[in-house]
């Protein structure tokens, strides 16, 4: 069994979406399986349960429906995080629910993700929530997507039918913004393993990678080193002691860049400008520190920081402002109209906000844009204005992932309602219809 400390360094972050019942927990747990992923006291559980079901052969979608509800009900109801590496790559999985109600669970699974899969069903072909899921990916900036055709078995291992389903999601998401490298389809069979570590024979007339094939080898961005440096503070650590005496440090995780000792940078949204005298961790002092690491900055001057500022390179710093255009993935059964006062959480700050315009909402399933709409309801794609009490440190999403996004919170209960990219994200998921049929075949593989 490889432990966490074992894994290589090169680490892909994925996620799987799919409707309701289309193997999608099947599939992670043969991935699992088949790489050899799982404990022995986990497998034997599931060989259990799968016995006490009337089941010969091991239930592997019990690996990933963990909760009792969901193995109740059969459905995959929260975001289930697994990870599991081969001797070329390590993973962290996304496993993200199905059901449509649930979207907003797949916002929050995607969120980070290098790579997403999506499963259909062969008999089915590309539903409604498929397209929906391709359109929150293309909003979220995924950069690559993976069509599993699964299920493929029930249909006789049928070329004429995966072609077409390949054909129609990749004509999908390409009018969404991917490009033609950037999307593979392959037929997988997650019940008996067709395609999905080993190559199946009963697809000779597939030529491209198994799935796992793919995800060992397909290029990823790493964490956003190369964009300017980020870094929201979560706690101001004071303390005074003899070995440490008038310790003033800033903790927090950096979100996007790199930070280096003596660099210059500007504390927001105040304008504050300094510079970094020592890099802190609890292993000892760092020359430097990447996206990713958790760290304590002790700067050079005692200025008056708190938690919620944001500490960013003083060359190309985000814009503060108290009024910007988003685009919000709604992700509450209450309606949202304008002129609504909610709360907005952007890193480590939350300051309340107006939703001023609501300028369009998008038609994920027609990919067009319905201008002012009266509101936007649960799993819709907005584009709005927001005032926000105070300014926000804000870069846009396209620019910068890890600051362009925030949460919309609703200011009674606490309870999430939108998950928003800053600046004008929506137009990308406008209808790009430029390619031609030949432009939309299936992606032959990395």
């Known amino acids: 069994m490889t432990t966490l400390r074992d894994l290589p360094p090169d680490l892909l972050r994925l996620a799987t979406a799919g409707s309701v019942d289309?193997?999608?927990?099947?599939?992670?747990?043969?991935?699992?399986?088949?790489?050899?992923?799982?404990?022995?006291?986990?497998?034997?559980?599931?060989?259990?349960?799968?016995?006490?079901?009337?089941?010969?052969?091991?239930?592997?979608?019990?690996?990933?429906?963990?909760?009792?509800?969901?193995?109740?009900?059969?459905?995959t109801i929260d975001v289930a995080y697994r990870y599991f590496a081969t001797p070329k790559r390590s993973f962290v999985l996304a496993d993200t629910p199905g059901h449509v109600q649930y979207t907003r669970n797949t916002v929050t699974g995607a969120s980070t993700a290098q790579l997403a899969v999506l499963l259909v069903d062969?008999?089915?072909?590309?539903?409604?929530?498929?397209?929906?899921?391709?359109?929150?990916?293309?909003?979220?900036g995924v950069p690559q997507l993976v069509l599993a055709v699964n299920k493929i078995d029930l249909v006789e291992y049928d070329e004429g039918i995966f072609?077409?389903?390949?054909?129609?999601?990749?004509?999908?998401?390409?009018?969404?913004?991917?490009?033609?490298?950037?999307?593979?389809?392959?037929?997988?069979?997650?019940l008996v393993g067709d395609n999905v570590v080993d190559r199946s024979a009963h697809t000779p007339w597939y030529t491209g990678p198994t799935l796992l094939e793919h995800l060992e080898n397909v290029p990823v961005e790493p964490d956003p080193h190369h964009v300017p440096f980020r870094f929201p503070v979560q706690h101001v650590i004071r303390t005074n002691t003899p070995e440490h005496t008038d310790y003033r440090g800033y903790a927090g995780l950096v979100a996007a860049g790199t930070v280096t000792k003596g660099d210059e940078i500007v504390v927001l949204p105040a304008g504050l400008r300094t510079t970094v005298a020592r890099i802190d961790t609890h292993d000892g002092e760092l020359d430097e520190a990447e996206a990713g690491r958790s760290v304590t900055l002790i700067l050079a001057d005692e200025i008056d920081i708190t938690r919620g500022d944001l500490i960013a390179a003083a060359v190309d710093a985000p814009a503060v402002t108290d009024e910007f255009d988003a685009t919000l993935a709604w992700l509450s059964e209450k309606a949202l109209k304008p002129g609504a006062r909610v709360l907005v959480k952007h890193g480590a700050r939350t300051v309340q906000a107006i939703v001023a315009d609501l300028h369009a909402r998008f038609d994920e399933q027609k990919l067009s844009t319905v201008a002012t709409p009266d509101a936007l309801q649960l799993n819709e794609i907005g584009q709005v204005t927001l005032r926000t009490a105070e300014p926000l440190p804000v870069d846009?999403?396209?620019?910068?992932?890890?600051?362009?996004?925030?949460?919309?919170?609703?200011?009674?209960?606490?309870?999430?309602?939108?998950?928003?990219?800053?600046?004008?994200?929506?137009s990308a998921l406008e209808t790009d219809r430029s390619c031609t049929d030949g432009d939309a075949a299936v992606s032959p593989g990395p």
């Open 163 to 190: 072609e077409v389903i390949a054909k129609e999601f990749t004509d999908h998401a390409t009018a969404l913004g991917y490009t033609i490298g950037s999307v593979l389809s392959i037929p997988v069979s997650a």
């Open 22 to 75: 289309d193997g999608k927990s099947t599939l992670v747990g043969r991935l699992l399986y088949d790489t050899k992923s799982v404990l022995a006291d986990t497998l034997d559980a599931v060989h259990r349960a799968s016995v006490d079901k009337g089941l010969s052969t091991p239930d592997l979608s019990l690996l990933v429906d963990g909760l009792r509800s969901e193995r109740e009900q059969g459905i």
């Open 396 to 426: 846009d999403y396209s620019v910068n992932r890890r600051t362009g996004a925030f949460l919309v919170i609703d200011a009674a209960d606490g309870s999430t309602l939108a998950a928003g990219l800053v600046g004008a994200g929506l």
């Open 122 to 140: 062969a008999r089915k072909g590309v539903l409604e929530q498929t397209r929906r899921h391709a359109a929150v990916l293309a909003l979220l």
